[in-house]
């Protein structure tokens, strides 16, 4: 009954640094998302993906790129982590059904401070 | 663009006392609504939705109405408790099937 996955749950990098954030769906999900949720603003979607082998930009994608290698799992990858890039962020999935896709089901996000 | 605003928060209410959070959206087309709610700690999760005008949707005695003519879903709670203390988000998903969220409101319940 895992859901959506997201690991690390925590990070704090440097600015310059690079890391991976992952994100692991079990329910055979074809649409994966990218949010970063920053106060006062919401969640604002980075990038998504709507199959295996596919990505698109969202509406703040520049500094991020993400990578959809398997159906399950959508990387998102800060090349050099800037502090503007401190934020929460949240990876969702949706199914393709023509009434379901429009749920979105959430992970438990990861914390992101960049210093 | 889509865009949807909601009342600003914090809002604290007393337990059983009656909860209102406004959210009206812009969108082209017709969007389908939603509340999400966000526990400390944890994801988002669905809390209701609406596909299509004049539908209402509820869940753990929450409910919102589509409303056309006046871009609004309004989310109520006739009597809240301590356990809906989280923030809640107006969201709407357009014809590029992409979420387009609110701020956010923050809700404390006070014994």
């Known amino acids: 009954n895992a859901g959506v996955t997201q690991t690390p749950k925590f990070r704090v990098l440097k600015t310059g640094q690079s890391m991976t954030l992952l994100c692991a769906q079990d329910m055979n999900h074809e649409y994966m998302y990218w949010y970063r949720q920053d106060p006062g603003m919401g969640l604002r979607l980075i990038h998504y993906?709507?199959?295996?082998?596919?990505?698109a930009k969202g509406e703040v994608p520049d500094g991020y790129n993400v990578s959809r290698l398997k159906k399950q799992n959508f990387l998102l990858g800060l090349e050099s982590a800037a502090p503007s890039q401190t934020s929460v962020y949240f990876c969702a999935s949706t199914p393709s059904g023509a009434i379901a896709k429009n749920i979105q089901y959430f992970g438990a996000g990861t914390r992101l401070s960049v210093l | 663009g889509n865009s949807v605003t909601q009342m600003e928060g914090p809002v604290t209410l007393s337990e059983e006392a009656f909860l209102t959070i406004n959210c009206t959206y812009t969108?082209?087309?017709?969007?389908?609504l939603f509340w999400y709610v966000q526990y400390p700690g944890e994801g988002l999760q669905l809390l209701l939705k609406a596909t299509k005008a004049d539908d209402k949707g509820s869940n753990k005695g929450f409910e919102a109405t589509y409303r056309k003519e006046t871009t609004s879903f309004h989310l109520e709670k006739g009597s809240v408790q301590v356990s809906d203390s989280a923030v809640y988000f107006c969201a709407l998903i357009g014809s590029a099937r992409q979420l387009t969220f609110g701020s956010g409101t923050q809700l404390t319940v006070l014994p």
């Open positions: 993906s709507v199959g295996e082998g596919t990505t």
């Open positions: 969108a082209t087309g017709y969007p389908s």
